[in-house]
């Protein structure tokens, strides 16, 4: 989005402002109607902004639906669903305005804001540029705030940007180098949040509020002291403060903790439809909390209206056979990741001799040529998914079928000859190699516990594995655990999906190729080092890694499009040939179940974290109920 894109942003995005500048009547939601008739709501020309956003879309207001979740957790859920960003990516995965009324891009580098007039928090309180004034100064800028400094995403090349109030409702980031981050991360599915309620938030913090006060109100709320209470107040993405103001179509009314949560709609809501209704349609979600092995269950006796947390490719038979008996539907979505399924050999492990065999690129392609992908295609996904390497998928305009299949045909010749090569020649009389001090070639698995099908797919590879000498145990383990033991060093390999973004452009960042996150799971100490600027983790010691780092860094100071695309495909070659990730199969269809009353939800669509947020690229708050029945009003 720098120079030569630069005159296409500013006009799309005009083009986006002047779209909703229409005035026409609007019609108000039928639940508010008796509160609007009490003079204890404003009516809805007063509850939208002066210029709201206009949807292309119809439906009518009302109605109640449940959804499933399997931890209490996640009330985090209904903002990555609800979807409302400063910028969100459209059904094409296109950034453009979303709450705000646009933006203008100069240079790739300085970001003008322009907030809607009369837009309005949840609580009725005006949403303006002192929400943003408050997170700037008096909190990511607040040395007392230490766990809420300035995003790194937000930091180019060490440098915080200039920020502008250049009017109520008017915005200005200023960088010295172009920042491709910031309205990636803004529209992400879990967002950047350069913004809070100050009207609310002022009551905890110290600046406004007498410290006694503040000492009271920390004590009461059990919390060590007024930086605790603060933060655990304002956390936006975690959901789980009722009174926190929002601006998402859906806010909690239910206090935490909680296995039933309600999700009411939020009567100031930005958006309308193209009749003049304000969105969104349904009135109400209602969260109900279980265990995750149980959600397949409850979702095929018809417990959840709108289900695809917790539901696998291996409950479609299943789902399918229910669907009349429980008045709903069963769609398969395509899925975006660059693998459902990779191995991620740890290079950063404790053990001596494992680092040096996991850092030899000759063991890593044996072990993905070892692998019968064919096989557990057939068997697991009846050949509806895509076997390869861990990388763009064919829907992206950088991918290219050498990329998806080098070191990924099946073929346990070369396999044993590049072990071999290794010296690994020894072997047990099971036929088990030996390692150089003598022991078995025999190392642990480790995945999540949250779906099974990733042990079925390991127990395929352990079959094969076995026959180039290679033996594995499979260890599940609960998500948090298994990633704290992985950051420490104690897991060799684990199993988790592959690149969250398979489908990028050359505008898109390709960060997750090279080490940039602890989150990373074959480097996740090098992740660190470059997450934390050196504070915490190790530097990379490993020539084709920092030739990645390097060329990342390329990236985002590079400005056209023809120097971001080829730096891209040196990214995807060094990775594909050096196997820092094993794919495994990729685009395996997303269940996806959904009442069969419940319109304007796509038939065919694409499931993904980031970006897509699950169902919020699909905008929930469109979807609408047509069963009279099941809406409140008619």
């Known amino acids: 989005m720098f120079k030569g894109v630069n005159t296409f942003l500013s006009l799309f995005f005009f083009l986006c402002y002047i779209s909703t500048a229409s005035s026409f009547e609007l019609i108000e939601t039928p639940m508010l109607i008796d509160e609007v008739s009490n003079g204890r709501l404003p009516s809805i020309g007063d509850r939208v902004p002066s210029k709201p956003s206009i949807v292309d879309t119809s439906g009518k207001s009302g109605g109640i639906i449940n959804i499933l979740m399997g931890r209490k957790k996640d009330t985090r859920q209904l903002v990555v669903y609800g979807y409302a960003r400063l910028v969100g990516y459209d059904k094409k995965f296109n950034i453009r305005p979303d709450i705000l009324s646009k933006i203008d891009v100069k240079d790739g580098r300085i970001f003008t804001l322009y907030l809607r007039k009369g837009h309005k928090w949840s609580d009725g309180h005006p949403f303006t540029a002192e929400d943003f004034r408050y997170y700037w100064e008096d909190v990511a800028n607040n040395n007392e705030v230490a766990n809420e400094n300035v995003p790194s995403s937000m930091i180019i090349e060490g440098q915080k940007p200039e920020f502008k109030i250049l009017n109520n409702f008017t915005i200005r980031y200023i960088w010295k180098k172009p920042n491709p981050f910031f309205l990636p991360r803004l529209a992400g599915a879990r967002p950047l949040y350069i913004y809070r309620p100050a009207h609310y938030l002022k009551k905890f913090h110290i600046k406004y509020v007498d410290k006694s006060v503040l000492e009271a109100k920390a004590k009461y709320a059990n919390k060590r002291n007024w930086l605790a209470l603060h933060y655990s107040v304002s956390e936006q993405y975690k959901n789980s403060n009722p009174d926190l103001p929002s601006l998402q179509p859906w806010t909690l009314s239910t206090r935490p903790p909680s296995k039933r949560l309600k999700f009411k709609r939020n009567k100031y809501y930005h958006r309308i439809d193209r009749a003049g209704r304000q969105l969104p349609y349904l009135d109400e979600i209602r969260m109900n909390v279980t265990s995750g092995k149980l959600i397949p269950i409850k979702t095929g006796g018809g417990e959840s209206d709108l289900q695809g947390r917790g539901l696998s490719f291996s409950n479609v038979t299943a789902l399918k056979q229910s669907e009349e008996s429980s008045g709903f539907k069963t769609l398969l979505w395509k899925t975006a990741k660059g693998s459902r399924w990779a191995l991620f050999p740890n290079l950063n492990t404790n053990d001596v001799q494992w680092k040096k065999i996991l850092r030899d690129v000759r063991f890593r392609r044996a072990l993905s040529m070892a692998i019968n992908r064919h096989e557990i295609n057939q068997v697991i996904y009846y050949g509806l998914a895509r076997p390869g390497n861990n990388t763009v998928l064919p829907e992206s305009p950088l991918y290219r079928s050498s990329y998806q299949k080098r070191w990924a045909n099946f073929n346990i010749d070369e396999s044993n000859r590049l072990l071999d090569e290794m010296g690994l020649t020894k072997r047990t009389d099971a036929g088990i190699r030996l390692l150089p001090n003598g022991k078995k070639l025999e190392f642990t698995v480790a995945f999540s516990t949250e779906e099974t099908e990733s042990s079925d797919v390991l127990e395929l590879i352990s079959d094969t594995w076995r026959k180039i000498g290679v033996k594995i145990f499979l260890k599940p383990m609960q998500r948090e655990v298994l990633r704290n033991r992985i950051f420490s060093g104690a897991i060799k390999m684990s199993m988790w999906s592959g690149l969250e973004n398979g489908i990028p452009n050359a505008q898109s960042s390709p960060h997750e190729l090279s080490p940039t ?118």
């Open 517 to 634: 996150s602890q989150q990373q799971l074959q480097w996740p100490k090098w992740g660190q080092y470059a997450e934390t600027n050196g504070d915490s983790g190790r530097p990379v010691d490993m020539e084709q890694a920092l030739r990645l780092s390097l060329l990342n860094k390329k990236w985002t100071a590079s400005t056209g499009n023809d120097q971001r695309r080829e730096i891209w495909g040196k990214m995807l070659d060094v990775y594909t040939d050096q196997v820092f990730s094993i794919g495994i199969i990729a685009s395996v269809p997303k269940v996806i179940v959904a009442n069969k009353n419940i319109k304007n939800i796509p038939k065919t669509a694409i499931y993904n974290w980031d970006p897509g947020a699950h169902f919020g690229v699909h905008r929930p708050d469109q979807f609408w109920l047509d069963d009279p029945a099941l809406r409140r009003y008619k």
